[in-house]
């Protein structure tokens, strides 16, 4: 991953992990996600808070589930 600036993608995916703490709406938060997808790990090195992380997880799963379907 390139020395680029992350500051989009933090705010992104913060308000995503948000929509499922304060609402609990994985099935909007997944819609969400796909407009800026990222691995755990690609997260991590861009610097997401593991807060965001630990909630983003269940999607992040689902997401790679889907994917993998449409191969």
Known sequence: MSEKNHEFEKGYLCA???IIRTHGEDTIALDVFKGCPMT???MRKAGIEEFDIEALKPIVKEWRR???LKK
């Open 16 to 18: 995503t992990a948000e």
């Open 40 to 42: 755990i790990n690609e």
């Open 66 to 68: 889907k994917e993998k």
